[in-house]
Nanobody
């Protein structure tokens, strides 16, 4: 069984920082892209940032310059460093991965259970 487990969410004041982590576990051969998405109450899930296996990154315009995505391939872990947080960053943050299992079956859209980030004004 392959799964993603996020951690690091919580309550933070506006202007503060938070670091999210997501660990992929199970019988994994290789991980291609990983990413972070978020869903605010009453809104659709939206892309926050993605990172390829080679380290190429992509960010939503709303978080550019404030958030940084990184990954540790040896630990099958992706991070999201969030700085200068704003109340509008509040939401459930989900980890996503495109990976190859040990049996060489590809899972292109694996999701974690999400972690809540609340930014107070």
């Amino acid at each position: 069984q392959v799964q993603l487990v996020e951690s690091g969410g919580g309550l933070v004041q506006a202007g503060g920082s938070r670091r999210l982590s997501c660990v992929a576990s199970g019988t994994i051969f290789s991980i291609y892209a990983m990413g972070w998405y978020r869903q605010a109450p009453g809104k659709q899930r939206e892309l926050v940032a993605t990172i390829t296996g080679g380290g190429d990154t992509n960010y939503a315009d709303s978080v550019k310059g404030r958030f940084t995505i990184s990954r540790d391939n040896a630990k099958n872990t992706v991070y999201l460093q969030m700085n200068s947080l704003k109340p509008e960053d509040t939401g459930v943050y989900y980890c996503n991965a495109d990976l190859l299992r040990s049996d060489f079956r590809r899972t292109r859209d694996l999701w974690g259970q999400g972690t809540q980030v609340t930014v107070s004004s």
